[in-house]
């Protein structure tokens, strides 16, 4: 077993940093070393776990294939691995919040331990958004991961407040999409992103009294797109081939079109998305407006 260097030199390490410690050596892995990072001063450890016994946490989004692939042409053209994961322990096994892709990629390249840092407090491996910087989320990553952590809370935690893990889940209609990437994985949340960022926003009640309005929110959301999904399909049928479509008739029907100061409800502005949806006149738009309409995104894309 290697021996633990402690840093700071003569710093008293706590029970929990002792017990991860042991606990590591038992697992079959060494603990190297303990010591306080520098920003909060908590005790992390620093180890060589043994890569049968990491895995990802169960919230965390899909691998990335072509990424994946990428990480492991690196790791083998550089003939070594250079970037620690981040680890809990928990139930006998190792979660990564923040590494997967690192650990798949050694997986694949032969590797039978990974260096870590192992934190102690197992919580962090709820916090997978604040730490993941490996690959950037995008819209889907982020609403899949945010709704796998929100079942597990309510598990876990049915009677505190939504509004209590806003750090965890970091925007409110994240948990609202990801309801319906989950259950419609070609799902374009996208498109519904700029609305519902404006006036969905943390639940105070308790969670299993929460999600009950989250699955509301996230049907009012699906009937919107099964009425805009039909909209576009009579569109093309008309001549209005354009991939910008459903966007542009989503932009016409958003209610906070005009709205500055006073927003709707989330109900309220989800119910006058859908209304406008059912009552939208395709015969008072052209191909030129939403070519133009397109152009105009595109350009505002680029600028920010």
């Known amino acids: 077993m290697a021996e633990l260097t402690i840093y700071p ?8 940093v002792a017990e991860l410690t042991a606990a590591i050596a038992s697992d079959g892995g060494a603990a190297l070393a303990a010591y306080k990072e520098p920003i909060g001063d908590h005790w992390q450890v620093f180890a060589m776990l043994p890569i049968a016994m990491v895995e990802a946490t169960p919230y965390q989004r899909d691998l990335s294939p072509a990424h994946l692939k990428r990480m492991i042409e690196v790791m083998k053209k550089l003939d070594r691995f250079t970037d620690p994961i981040v680890a809990v322990r928990t139930d006998g096994r ?3 919040p923040n590494g997967n892709h690192r650990r798949a990629a050694a ?14 407090e197992s ?10 910087t490996e690959k950037a989320h995008n819209l889907r990553d982020k609403a899949l991961e945010v709704i796998r952590m929100y079942r597990a809370r309510l598990e876990q935690h ?6 209590e893990f806003a750090f965890e889940f970091e925007r409110a209609h994240f948990i609202t999409l990801g309801i319906l990437y989950d259950k419609k994985p070609r799902f374009s949340g996208g498109v519904y992103a700029p609305l519902l ?5 943390f639940i105070t009640k308790p969670l299993k009294e929460a999600i009950e309005e989250r699955e509301e929110r996230a049907a009012a959301v699906e009937r919107a797109d099964e009425l805009v999904t039909e909209l576009v399909a009579a569109g093309k049928k008309r001549g209005l081939m354009h991939p910008y479509l459903k966007n542009y008739i989503i932009a016409r029907c958003n209610p906070l079109t005009r709205a500055r100061k006073n927003l709707p409800t989330c109900k309220a502005a989800l119910s006058s998305l859908v209304k406008a949806l059912a009552t939208f006149d395709l015969g008072k738009i052209h191909f030129g407006q939403v070519r133009e ?3 105009i995104a595109a350009a505002t894309s680029v600028a920010e």
């Open 123 to 132: 919580e962090v491996a709820y916090q997978i958004l604040a730490l993941n």
């Open 293 to 295: 309409a397109a152009q």
């Open 9 to 16: 030199e003569g710093a008293k390490t706590p029970a929990a």
């Open 158 to 163: 049915p009677r505190a407040a939504e509004k």
């Open 94 to 96: 190792y979660w990564t």
């Open 107 to 120: 997986v694949k390249a032969g590797a039978k331990t990974i260096p870590a840092i192992v934190i102690p």
């Open 197 to 201: 960022s404006r006036v969905d926003y």
